[in-house]
């Protein structure tokens, strides 16, 4: 009866030492689901903001490249004489019949 009673005690041993193994093993394969959970997640978020930011350039470079006609300007042309003014060394030149022809008077 004494080795019924001391295997007994051994088995219910062994039983309480695999369910803690099972759960600290539970407890480790449902942080890994975790984790796997939120790269993934993550990952689908990266896609899709690569997604957009490349849908917007095209979007952009449509728009830039979409009226590729030439615009006409009307251009104004002025004829001023001009004089050079090479006092002192300088090489300034003026336009005639204005108030501003000498430096540092």
Do not use: W
């Not at 930011?53 to 006609?69: G, T």
């Not at 030439?70 to 030149?93: A, F, K, L, P, R």
């Amino acid at each position: 009866m004494a080795d019924l009673k001391n295997i007994e005690n051994k088995v219910k041993k062994v039983n309480e030492l695999a369910n803690e193994l099972a759960y600290k093993a539970n407890n480790e394969i449902s942080i890994l689901k975790h984790k796997i959970t939120c790269l993934t997640v993550l990952i689908g978020l990266l896609f899709i903001l690569g997604a957009s930011v490349s849908i917007y350039a095209i979007h952009s470079f449509k728009e830039l490249f979409y009226s590729m006609e030439i615009e006409e300007v009307e251009t104004v042309t002025y004829d001023n004489e001009v004089e050079q003014n090479t006092d002192n060394g300088g090489s300034n030149y003026f336009v005639n019949n204005s108030n501003n022809n000498k430096i540092g008077e």
